[in-house]
C-alpha cells in the first residue's frame, strides 16, 4: 500500500494478494501477472509480462487509464468495479477479456491480435466507447451490455462483430465489417466499412451505411434507413 506511485519490476511471474492501494501503479513483469487480491490505483496503471498473461480478474477500481501490453499468444483479463479507461492496449496473439461495471472508454490505442470480449452489463446502461481511429482489432469482437447502452468502435482493418443487444450502434472498419452473431439495436446502427456484410440474425430502429465497396444487409424486421 503507498499514497503515491509504485513501481515493480520482478524477475519472474508476480502474484498479487490482498488489498494494495496506490497513486499510480506500473508493474513490469517477466513472467504471468495473477492475482488474488483487489487493486485501487487513483492514477494510471501500467501492467507489462513479455509474452505472459496478465489476469487482472478481482473487483478492481483503476480510476486513471490503464496499459496493458504482453507480446506473446497468453490472455488479458482484467476487471473493474466502476468504470474503466484504456490507455495503450498492446496484445501481439491472445485474447483480451474485459469485464467492467460501468463505461469503457478509451484515451489510447487498443491493439489485440486475438478476440476481444468487452462486457459491462450492470444495469446502469453504461456506454462501450472504442472510436480511435488507429485501434486493431485483428480477431472477433463481442460486447455483452445493457440494452440501454451506446455502442462504439473503429478499427482500422477488418471488423467482425459477434453479438450485440444495445441501445445504438456505430461500427467502422478499414477493411471489411462482419458480423457473427445476433445484432440487435433498438435505435440506429451507424456502419462503416469497405464493404459491409450483415448476414446473421440483424434488427435495428434504423440503419445508415457507407461502404466504397458492396453492402449486403439481411435483416429480420422492418428497415428504416436514415442519414
Given at each position: 500500500?503507498?499514497?503515491?506511485?509504485v513501481v515493480?519490476?520482478e524477475?519472474?511471474?508476480?502474484?498479487?494478494?490482498?488489498?494494495?492501494?496506490?497513486?499510480?501503479?506500473?508493474l513490469?513483469?517477466?513472467?504471468?501477472?495473477?492475482?488474488?487480491?483487489?487493486?485501487t490505483?487513483?492514477?494510471?496503471?501500467d501492467?507489462?509480462?513479455?509474452e505472459?498473461?496478465?489476469?487482472?480478474?478481482?473487483?478492481?477500481?483503476?480510476?486513471?487509464?490503464?496499459s496493458?501490453?504482453?507480446?506473446?499468444?497468453?490472455d488479458v483479463?482484467?476487471?473493474?468495479?466502476n468504470?474503466?479507461?484504456?490507455?495503450?492496449v498492446?496484445?501481439?496473439?491472445?485474447?483480451?477479456?474485459?469485464d467492467?461495471?460501468?463505461?469503457i472508454?478509451?484515451?489510447?490505442?487498443?491493439?489485440?491480435g486475438?478476440?476481444?470480449?468487452?462486457?459491462?452489463?450492470?444495469?446502469?446502461?453504461?456506454?462501450?466507447?472504442?472510436p480511435?481511429?488507429?485501434?486493431?482489432f485483428?480477431?472477433?469482437?463481442?460486447?455483452?451490455?445493457?440494452?440501454?447502452?451506446?455502442?462504439?468502435?473503429?478499427?482500422?482493418?477488418?471488423?467482425?462483430?459477434?453479438?450485440?443487444?444495445?441501445?445504438?450502434?456505430?461500427?467502422?472498419?478499414?477493411?471489411a465489417?462482419t458480423?457473427?452473431?445476433?445484432?440487435?439495436?433498438?435505435?440506429?446502427?451507424d456502419?462503416t466499412?469497405?464493404?459491409?456484410?450483415?448476414?446473421?440474425?440483424?434488427?435495428?430502429?434504423?440503419l445508415?451505411?457507407?461502404?466504397a465497396?458492396?453492402?449486403?444487409?439481411?435483416?429480420?424486421?422492418?428497415t428504416?434507413?436514415?442519414?
Open positions: 500500500n503507498s499514497a503515491g506511485a515493480v519490476a524477475d519472474s511471474a508476480t502474484a498479487l494478494s490482498g488489498t494494495s492501494t496506490a497513486l499510480s501503479l506500473d513490469d513483469s517477466t513472467g504471468a501477472i495473477t492475482q488474488t487480491g483487489t487493486l490505483v487513483t492514477g494510471a496503471s501492467f507489462a509480462t513479455g505472459n498473461a496478465i489476469i487482472l480478474d478481482q473487483a478492481n477500481d483503476f480510476q486513471g487509464a490503464v496493458l501490453s504482453n507480446s506473446g499468444a497468453n483479463t482484467i476487471d473493474d468495479a468504470n474503466l479507461e484504456f490507455a495503450t498492446s496484445i501481439a496473439a491472445g485474447n483480451l477479456n474485459v467492467a461495471a460501468g463505461t472508454t478509451q484515451s489510447g490505442v487498443l491493439s489485440v486475438g478476440n476481444s470480449v468487452f462486457d459491462n452489463v450492470d444495469g446502469i446502461n453504461g456506454a462501450i466507447t472504442l480511435n481511429g488507429s485501434n486493431v485483428t480477431g472477433t469482437v463481442t460486447f455483452t451490455t445493457d440494452s440501454g447502452s451506446d455502442v462504439s468502435i473503429t478499427d482500422t482493418t477488418a471488423l467482425d462483430l459477434v453479438a450485440l443487444t444495445a441501445n445504438s450502434l456505430t461500427a467502422s472498419a478499414g477493411g465489417l458480423d457473427s452473431g445476433t445484432l440487435a439495436i433498438s435505435g440506429l446502427a456502419l466499412g469497405g464493404t459491409i456484410t450483415i448476414n446473421d440474425s440483424f434488427d435495428a430502429g434504423s445508415t451505411f457507407n461502404s465497396g458492396a453492402v449486403v444487409v439481411a435483416e429480420d424486421s422492418a428504416a434507413l436514415s442519414g
